[in-house]
């Protein structure tokens, strides 16, 4: 079986290292193997202990992939024999669970010693490959003796950010199966778990990718038919793979047309929003719906009501509209739901809340103005139409003939060359809007921190086809979940979208889909 690693969607993978960079899992067996069957062995007659030998399977179960004195704890309880945890500082023959995980390092280390570390070439090879496609990297792992094998294998340099033993010791990071390390190595490399692979042949560390949220969870499983690879789909990975050289991967989608399509890819994309509270922002114009010669004649496309009242119902929905506040109101008009209008300077909620932008109110006078004079400038162009929307001027040139549309152009130009203006481009379309920093993407942050009390488990979720959505794309990009609608548009637009739909009916499709996410979540409002 192989798995892919999207660069569009996932902005970082996360390496364990024993048993998946290297192979100091056998390492490690042995010298846990070498640490109980002596001690079991050992033990008093009349013992209570099951004394039987280290099995795989005891060191799939307690030990693998977590701190070294958990390990000797779990394993020294499933077989009835607890010991005092005693200190870091006990010598290695003392009979505490800190004296027995000192003195397996010590075999570990004299293994390593005679053994050297062999490399798993075709993992080293993926994170190259990672590396130089821009999708950050790093290595994790429960053992203090991380570095030490990392250099002991070459590989001293290989990742910039690495999360070992010594780290969650200093920090204070439970061991996996909590997902704490896994959190921290993703927050040390920059990406949000949502936009995270993992990689991991542990089950504890398996367990721990799932809790942690994070988009993607590949096992790695090198034991054929032990039943290792059940127990690590069991535990929540995604894909088990028998070597990284089955890992693919996707480059970034650089343009519209190359932005894998959301139903195809819904599975790496569902990875985004598991374990979160979506909150779903929509576009209208050209996403809730198809465009039309004449802005007034735009209603909700067939289909959309129905789904975008299931989301209002399980979780926060907002459209995001260039129209007038009241303008997009009107069309859509479905209660429960937030509405911004202008591109976001103007804001209306479902429990009677408004907001205006108030620095915007500077520029009013000025586009009121130009809106008078494009109005008297291009009455004698036929098709062109100037729609007044308060906070901003658009200038329409789709039904204009070819050869007046620079007229236009230049019309607006000109009407723009003031202080407390500026102008933006949308599908045949022209605007004049404040010269503020605010965008679909900053009103998209503002709702979220007003949508919900818990701003940061909310994931945004955002669907649009135009330019003017970029800005919301680029907003979601490393936290939220964007879907352009390709809408019929030449496919080499650049677009920071994740995926793609066809049309409103295709989204109508995605949504449901989120619908059924957020319902399984419970988060029934
Ligand atoms: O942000 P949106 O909700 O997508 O609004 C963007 C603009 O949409 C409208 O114009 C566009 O749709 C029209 C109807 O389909 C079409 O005729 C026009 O060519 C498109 O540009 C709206 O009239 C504008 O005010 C919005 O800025």
Redesign the pocket.
Known sequence: MSVTVDAGLHHAVLFDLDGVITDTASVHFAAWKKLFDDYLARLPPGSAAESSPFTEDDYRRFVDGRPRYDGVDAFLRSRGHPLPWGDPADPDDAETVCGLGNRKNRYFHQRLRTDGVRVFDSSVALVRRLQDSGIGTAVFSASRNCGPVLRAAGLGELFDVRVDGVVAAELGLPGKPDPAVLLEAARRVGAHPAHTVVVEDAEAGVAAGRRGGFALVVGVDRTEGTGHAEALRRLGADAVVPDLAEVRLRPRAETLARIPHALRSWDAAAGVLRGRDPAVFC?????L?E?????AD?VLAEGLAPVLRRLARCCPVAVV???ALAD?RDRVDLPGIWYAGCHGFEIDGPNGEHFEYEAARDALPVLAESAGALRDRLATVPGALV?D?RFAV?V?Y?NVEPDSVAEVLAAVREAGDRPGVRITG????A?LRPDIDWDKGTALWWLLDRLSDDAGRVLPVYAG??L?DEDAFAAVRDRGLGIAVRGGQQGDRPSSAHVAVTDSGELQAVLTRVAELAESRGTGR
């Not at 576009?283 to 996403?287: K, L, R, S």
């Not at 465009?291 to 802005?295: L, S």
Request: charge should be negative.
């Open positions: 576009d209208f114009d050209g996403t719906s465009i039309v010669p004449v802005p735009a509209s260039g129209r997009v729609e929307k658009a329409h789709r949308g599908r045949k379309v605007e086809d135009d003017t």
